[in-house]
């Protein structure tokens, strides 16, 4: 797998990422949503220099010129529902996209630190021969990750296949690394040391969904 480790080099994607995990900042919900939806743009930017460009003929109101556009057919999927403000973040940038839906949740069984994944709902175009952009906000184990991908195989096979995450656990990224192709990118805003004994990234920044969205019953 290719990792893409955005905030690497210090841009106002920091900005971003800082407010996000400010506990007083993400207190206000819609400046979280649109901070993680801002991320979401810079990683669709950073994503869109790996795609396929062809040179095309634009004719201005003055003359003609030549400007490389690119040609994938792009299918975004964001895991419900923490996943819909980034989602929308690389749906600015990548506006003639189709769209896929997955709900995906964390089973705890007897003990709350074990759990599986489940997957209950999923809404997707054919992925035949297409670019898949995977989005997930916090990429804590990875096993949401695996098994959202899993759940679209019946969508058919992906040209190529992009992950999105904002904030990552190394855990997590070594999954997925394990359990996607070679080819396969990772695009990650930033990457976290652990994760706690719960499975939840430190020092993340807390639940996305319900910071975005509000707390579940």
């Known amino acids: 797998m290719q990792i893409h480790h955005v905030s690497w080099q210090n841009s106002i994607l920091n900005t971003f990422l800082?407010?996000?995990?400010?506990?007083?900042?993400q207190k206000d919900t819609m400046r979280f949503r649109r901070n993680i939806e801002r991320i979401g743009e810079i990683l669709g930017y950073e994503?869109?220099?790996?795609?396929?460009?062809?040179?095309?003929h634009i004719e201005t109101p003055l003359g003609k010129?030549?400007?490389d556009i690119f040609t994938n057919d792009i299918v975004l999927c964001s895991v419900l529902r923490a996943g819909v403000p980034l989602h929308n973040g690389l749906l600015n940038y990548f506006d003639k996209a189709e769209n896929a839906f997955i709900s995906a949740?964390?089973?705890?069984?007897?003990?709350?630190?074990?759990?599986?994944i489940i997957v209950e709902y999923s809404?997707?175009?054919?992925?035949?021969?297409k670019t898949l952009v995977l989005a997930d906000p916090m990429l804590a184990t990875?096993?949401?990750?695996?098994?959202?991908?899993?759940?679209l195989k019946p969508f058919g096979k992906p040209k190529e296949i992009h992950l999105v995450s904002v904030?990552?656990?190394?855990?997590?990224?070594?999954?997925?690394?394990?359990?996607?192709?070679?080819?396969?990118?990772?695009?990650?805003?930033?990457?976290?040391?652990?994760?706690n004994n719960k499975g939840y990234i430190i020092p993340g920044l807390g639940d996305a969904g319900d910071l975005a969205f509000g707390e579940k019953l």
């Open 123 to 129: 809404a997707c175009p054919s992925l035949e021969g």
């Open 65 to 67: 010129c030549n400007i």
């Open 167 to 195: 904030i990552g656990a190394q855990q997590g990224v070594d999954f997925v690394s394990d359990n996607f192709s070679d080819n396969t990118h990772l695009w990650i805003a930033a990457i976290d040391e652990k994760l």
């Open 47 to 56: 994503l869109s220099k790996s795609l396929n460009f062809t040179p095309t």
């Open 105 to 116: 949740y964390r089973h705890h069984k007897n003990n709350p630190e074990n759990f599986e």
């Open 18 to 25: 800082s407010e996000i995990r400010d506990v007083t900042i």
């Open 142 to 151: 990875g096993q949401s990750m695996v098994a959202t991908f899993e759940a």
